[in-house]
């Protein structure tokens, strides 16, 4: 069954620190990969995206993710975190001809000024 | 300039009843959809419509019914509603060579 699992629920960090989280996704067959940011009580903007070439992508606002094709994963990082992203981030797949995404379960990064 | 919006943005109402939520694209875009987001924040597709054609049609029960009169509205409208409706529900645009979905702001449902 198509899924995708997200490491963490909830990260709290102090400003400045850097970030990771995890997301591996199980899909049979080849994948576009995305990762959205939900800011509270705002709509889902996409931070970045993977549909093929260079395994690492950079997204808006510094973030950036590597596909790791042998793990299935699809890792967001950033290396200084502000107060300002504090909010709801989702993992999401889709197959190469598009269509549904199927989203994580999101993690919730809390940043402490 | 809105790109998704989808009107109303809250809607309370009361079991058994009938409401509708409107969406509307100025993208350009010929493929919509409609996901629900629960409580836990969980994300799930619910329809797609391209070209004003049902192409997904997810396990969502016969009192949710999707309305495409042109490729740039999708209306939601729900029947009999109960309880467990209530959520956010999100309209999304793509086009289809591109793949990336754009989010509406939402429309947060609550049934009492």
């Known amino acids: 069954a198509q899924s995708v699992s997200q490491h963490n629920h909830h990260v709290i960090l102090s400003e400045a620190a850097s970030l990771e989280l995890g997301c591996n996704y199980s899909?049979?067959?080849?994948?576009?990969l995305f990762w959205y940011v939900q800011y509270p009580g705002q709509h889902l903007q996409l931070l970045l995206k993977?549909?093929?070439?260079?395994?690492l992508v950079k997204g808006i606002k510094g973030f950036e993710a590597e596909f790791i094709k042998s793990k299935f994963s699809f890792n967001l990082r950033k290396p200084s975190v502000q107060w300002s992203d504090t909010a709801e981030y989702f993992c999401?797949?889709?197959?190469?001809?598009?269509?549904?995404?199927?989203f994580g379960q999101g993690t919730e990064l809390s940043v402490k000024p | 300039d809105t790109a998704v919006s989808q009107t109303p943005k809250y809607l309370v109402t009361q079991m058994g009843n009938d409401k509708s939520i409107k969406c509307e694209q100025n993208l350009g875009h010929d493929t919509m959809y409609w996901y629900k987001q629960d409580s836990k924040k969980f994300l799930k597709i619910m329809f797609s419509y391209n070209n004003k054609e049902l192409i997904i049609n997810e396990t969502v029960p016969n009192r949710f019914s999707p309305k495409s009169p042109d490729k740039a509205h999708l209306n939601l409208h729900i029947n009999s509603l109960e309880l467990g409706d209530s959520a956010v529900y999100f309209c999304a645009s793509s086009q289809r060579d591109t793949y990336e979905q754009y989010f509406g702001p939402g429309t947060r449902l609550t049934v009492t």
């Open positions: 993977y549909f093929s070439g260079d395994p």
């Open positions: 999401a797949v889709t197959s190469i001809q598009g269509g549904k995404l199927i």
């Open positions: 899909y049979g067959g080849t994948v576009n």
